[in-house]
């Protein structure tokens, strides 16, 4: 059997067990790692274990377990980091004083590249489609390889929950919104690393969720 286009690894990192995404394509060993928080040692072995070449560094949004050390470490590899959406500038901007908050190093950065909704992203020879998904911040993105039916939410959705919207700048409807108008449509059996915790399926969480299944929506 051949080889899938791609794969993927999920390294927990920081004191907040943030799923961080090593992704990677087959046919050219180029990778990328999504929301690279912290634990930089941890994320270096993970990338010499599977023997691949990082060439950028992908953000869902700018919290700071998400990324934190993310602008120390694309500088260390020598690599841009593209994402989140422009609207996340303001949490970008206080990395430094969330990571005091929480007691973790949080060092503010210059994206490479900025994304909006309906850009897409490339990795070796893999091209993921991004969709703009605000609600836990403003400037929250999805990464989705339709081929593989894998999508990399970050804190948009979680199996059995959704992403917080009380931080400064959240919104619970446009939270709801993004989920139902551009996460349900990548389909049911569409499977998602979600920013904590385990995976699931789209189809599993319109069926089981508590705060966003098909059943629940309706209700309110």
Do not use: Y
């Given at each position: 059997m051949s080889e899938p286009p791609l794969k993927?690894?999920?390294?927990?990192?920081?004191?907040?067990?943030?799923?961080c995404t090593l992704l990677w394509c087959t046919k050219t060993?180029?990778?990328?790692?999504?929301?690279?928080?912290?634990?930089?040692?941890?994320?270096?072995a993970a990338a010499a274990q599977v023997q691949v070449t990082v060439e950028k560094v992908l953000l869902?949004?700018?919290?700071?377990?998400?990324?934190?050390?993310?602008?120390?470490?694309a500088a260390e590899l020598g690599v841009a980091i593209e994402g989140p959406h422009e609207a996340d500038r303001?949490?970008?901007?206080?990395?430094?004083?969330?990571?005091?908050?929480?007691?973790?190093?949080?060092?503010?950065?210059?994206?490479?590249?900025?994304?909006?909704?309906?850009?897409?992203?490339?990795?070796?020879?893999?091209?993921?489609?991004?969709?703009?998904?605000?609600?836990h911040t403003p400037g929250h993105v999805v990464f989705h390889h339709p081929q593989s039916k894998l999508?990399?939410?970050?804190?948009?959705?979680?199996k059995g929950s959704i992403g917080r919207w009380d931080f400064p700048m959240g919104d619970h409807a446009q939270l709801v919104e993004?989920?139902?108008?551009?996460?349900?449509?990548?389909?049911?059996?569409?499977a998602f690393v979600p920013g904590h915790g385990p995976m699931s399926t789209f189809g599993h969480e319109r069926a089981t969720n508590p705060l966003v299944s098909d059943r629940a929506l309706a209700a309110a």
């Amino acid at each position: 059997m051949s080889e899938p286009p791609l794969k993927a690894a999920i390294v927990p990192v920081t004191p907040l067990q943030q799923n961080c995404t090593l992704l990677w394509c087959t046919k050219t060993k180029r990778a990328a790692f999504v929301d690279p928080g912290g634990d930089l040692p941890k994320l270096r072995a993970a990338a010499a274990q599977v023997q691949v070449t990082v060439e950028k560094v992908l953000l869902t949004h700018a919290h700071i377990d998400h990324a934190g050390q993310a602008g120390e470490f694309a500088a260390e590899l020598g690599v841009a980091i593209e994402g989140p959406h422009e609207a996340d500038r303001f949490w970008i901007d206080r990395l430094e004083e969330d990571g005091r908050r929480w007691g973790l190093r949080g060092v503010p950065f210059e994206p490479g590249r900025w994304l909006r909704d309906g850009d897409a992203v490339t990795v070796g020879e893999l091209v993921l489609d991004v969709r703009h998904c605000p609600g836990h911040t403003p400037g929250h993105v999805v990464f989705h390889h339709p081929q593989s039916k894998l999508a990399i939410v970050g804190d948009v959705l979680f199996k059995g929950s959704i992403g917080r919207w009380d931080f400064p700048m959240g919104d619970h409807a446009q939270l709801v919104e993004s989920i139902t108008t551009r996460l349900w449509p990548m389909g049911d059996d569409t499977a998602f690393v979600p920013g904590h915790g385990p995976m699931s399926t789209f189809g599993h969480e319109r069926a089981t969720n508590p705060l966003v299944s098909d059943r629940a929506l309706a209700a309110a």
